[in-house]
């Protein structure tokens, strides 16, 4: 049979999710990618995309749903960019990412033997988000989220189900605020207008929120009455922020601050701790699965009070922190600037005087750290998306610690780099995955090496 060409319809037996989250179903060999396809679809879909090895269809009919397909709760699911796996029943979601971490370490990392524990469901699979930032779109006229893959398109939402109904009437509130107060939007062809994001922020365990308002201009006095009616609306709202991108990047970051109403922060607490959340802090997403997460690391720190404890890509300071009190001393490494200055300000806050934060990327961190005389026992890792880069990783090799704790938001990246450390001298224990990010296909794993004698 002639390969498939685009525009064609066919009938297609899903047998797989990619790591995308889209279905995978095979043409006479010819394999095809279908968003929202389900293991167990038999469907008919339209081929809109015809490459040499693969090609990529669209849902016509399902004609035998999956014993896993659910009715998605959202009535923007298929429409917004996020929130992929809606229509899949959760054990099945939480079945398909172990199954991902397992496939990427034995298929990628051609590992030998190592534990594959159960992956840890979340507690909330709704409403778990302590972050969530809308775009404000001048034409036509949406406070939303990006469409599927449509950047250029924004769907405006009036209720996301991953946030709280505090954060959500806030968003509400919002809306209602710019449309009687006539609020200009910013265009990007013309770039004139003034809004741009609105970004909510909740603490979990302690409720305090926070609005921040991403504008093009300094616009003080127009906003001010914005951020008095948000928190009489939502009275735990303790922050209410401006921050100011002028720049043509379309980004919800400012190049300046200005508080419109409150404190320019919130706090929330993991554990034992407390942290001050400013409007440009990086904090895990997802609080209760956060702590979960934690506790998880600390366990495979194996610690015994006597360890130099050293923390890669450290962000705000959450893990160096939460293990001080355990350890000796705790070294953390963070690039980005602001994130080592609020993790400085946290540990101040909670009285720990055992951790000492470096600004810089760890490939150049860990040899000078080297050269000082300072070597850790026990590391972890928390890298982004992209990895290590292999001269952090060498850098790692070279200090040799006995015990090794990486978490990852990658499982591809994950088995690249315990392949690498591997053919150093160690060898992988144990990986436990953790459900972050319910409905979505994203996947958090922990791994647990030891350095071979």
């Known amino acids: 049979m002639a390969k498939p060409r685009r525009g064609d319809t066919l009938e297609l037996a899903i047998e797989d999710l990619a790591f995308g989250g889209e279905g995978v179903g095979r043409a006479d060999g010819y394999v095809i990618f279908v968003r929202g396809g389900l293991p167990g679809d038999r469907l008919r879909v339209r081929l809109v995309e015809a490459r040499g090895r693969f090609g990529r269809a669209t849902i016509d009919e399902v004609l035998v749903a999956s014993p896993d397909r659910v009715q998605a709760p959202c009535p923007y699911f298929g ?24 496939d990427c370490l034995q298929r990628l990392g051609g590992l030998g033997a190592f534990e594959l524990r159960p992956i840890l469901p979340a507690p909330e699979p709704y409403g778990y988000r302590n972050k969530m930032e809308f775009t404000v779109a001048h034409d036509p006229p949406a406070i939303g989220l990006h469409a599927a893959e449509r950047y250029d398109v924004v769907l405006d939402i009036e209720r996301c189900l991953l946030q709280s109904e505090s954060m959500n009437a806030l968003l509400d509130e919002f809306r209602r605020q710019v449309t009687e107060r006539a609020l200009s939007v910013y265009d990007p062809q013309t770039e004139r207008g003034l809004l741009r994001f609105v970004m909510m922020r909740e603490g979990r365990r302690t409720a305090e929120a926070m609005v921040n308002v991403v504008a093009a201009a300094p616009d003080v006095e127009r906003l001010t009455p914005v951020a008095d009616a948000l928190r009489a609306r939502v009275p735990s709202t303790t922050s209410v922020v401006l921050n100011v991108n002028a720049k043509k990047a379309s980004v919800a970051v400012g190049s300046e601050e200005h508080l419109l109403a409150g404190r320019d922060h919130i706090r929330e607490a993991l554990g034992p701790l407390t942290f001050q959340v400013s409007a440009n802090s990086f904090f895990q997403t997802n609080t209760l699965q956060a702590e979960r997460l934690f506790a998880l690391v600390e366990s495979a720190c194996e610690l015994d009070g006597s360890e130099t404890l050293l923390d890669l890509y450290a962000g705000t300071g959450a893990i160096s922190l939460l293990l001080a009190r355990r350890v000796c001393a705790v070294y953390g490494v963070e690039l980005a600037a602001a994130a080592v200055t609020d993790a400085i300000r946290n540990a101040s806050a909670n009285g720990i005087d055992n951790c000492t934060f470096l600004a810089g990327e760890v490939r150049h961190v860990l040899p000078e750290l080297m050269r000082q005389g300072i070597t850790a026992s026990v590391v972890v890792a928390d890298p982004p998306r992209a990895g290590f880069h292999p001269k952090a990783l060498t850098a790692l090799a070279a200090m040799a610690p006995a015990r090794i704790v990486y978490v990852s938001c990658n499982p591809s990246t994950l088995a690249r780099d315990v392949s690498d450390l591997a053919r150093h001298g160690y060898q992988l224990e144990w990986v436990q995955p953790v459900d972050m990010f319910p409905q979505t296909p994203h996947i958090e794993a922990v791994a647990r090496l030891r350095r071979g004698a």
């Open 79 to 102: 429409q917004c960019g996020g929130c992929r796996l809606q229509h899949l029943a959760y054990p099945a979601q939480l079945a398909f990412k172990e199954k991902q971490v397992r």
